[in-house]
Every structure is written in structure tokens, then in C-alpha cells.
């Protein structure tokens, strides 16, 4: 197996081009390493492009579209490691929309490990309840919504 150094803005480039390309509904699987670990809240942790596939088969089955403000995102970046923070607006299949500073969702920061051009591992840290759903556990959710008035 061929090792090949990569600089921090080559780094930054492979995790730039995965939200590109998620905005645009296309396939990140190539970006991933073969035995690549992907860690998405309320899915659990995917091993391998298998599993990665099928992680993102299941978040497109109730996502239509999303977009990410990758001009305004912040990056730490320290050896393989990219830490990217930032915020994003979609659509979900049932029309409900969302968008950070509007909504509740739309928040994120994902980890990335990114070596020999490839992701090899991406932790992403989101809430993942993009429509604001879970209000029965969350009753503040229902308050800023309108459908109560805080106590």
C-alpha cells in the first residue's frame, strides 16, 4: 500500500468537495477510504463503504435536499485531523423545512480523519431531528414554535 503525504489544504480540499457534493445530491462514497468509520447521531457508527452507503441511503430517504454554508465554516486542522463547524438549511421528504438561526436544526461540526486522500473516519455532530419532532422530550421546542407559551 502506496502512503502518500497530503497537506492541510489538500485535507481541507477532500472534506471541502464531501459537502459539495452532498449539496448537490451526489455520491460521496469514493472520498471514503475502503475501511472508513462514519459516525452519524441516531444511526450509530458505519463500517466500511457498505455500511457507509447504506447510512446515507437511509438519511436521503428522509432528506430531499440539504446545503451547507461552507463559505462561512470554520476549520481546525492538526495532522490528519479537519474540524469543520458550521451550519446548513434543507428540505426533509415531507416539505418541513430547515435552516440554522431559523429553526432549531441546522448546527453541525464533523470530525474528520483524512489520509492518503481518502476520509478515513468522519464523526459527525448534529441534532438530527431536522423538523423539531421530538417535542414530547423537548418541551421547548414546542414553546418556540408558538404551539405554547413558555411558564
Given at each position: ?33 475502503e ?32 446545503r ?84
Amino acid at each position: 500500500m502506496e502512503i502518500r503525504t497530503m497537506t492541510d489544504e489538500q485535507r481541507k480540499a477532500v472534506a471541502l468537495e464531501y459537502f459539495r457534493r452532498m449539496d448537490r445530491g451526489e455520491s460521496v462514497l469514493d472520498l471514503f477510504d475502503e475501511h472508513a468509520e462514519f459516525c452519524f447521531p441516531k444511526w450509530g457508527v458505519a463500517h466500511g463503504r457498505t455500511q457507509i452507503g447504506q447510512l446515507f441511503a437511509d438519511l436521503m430517504g428522509i432528506l430531499e435536499s440539504v446545503r451547507h454554508d461552507i463559505a462561512h465554516v470554520n476549520f481546525i486542522q492538526q495532522g490528519d485531523l479537519v474540524v469543520v463547524e458550521g451550519t446548513s438549511s434543507g428540505i426533509l421528504k415531507s416539505g418541513e423545512r430547515w435552516r440554522a438561526g431559523v429553526t432549531h436544526a441546522g448546527h453541525w461540526c464533523d470530525v474528520f480523519e483524512i489520509r492518503d486522500f481518502r476520509i478515513q473516519r468522519c464523526y459527525v455532530y448534529l441534532d438530527p431531528d431536522y423538523g423539531g419532532q421530538d417535542v414530547a422530550r423537548y418541551p421547548w421546542l414546542r414553546q418556540r414554535s408558538g404551539d405554547a407559551t413558555p411558564t
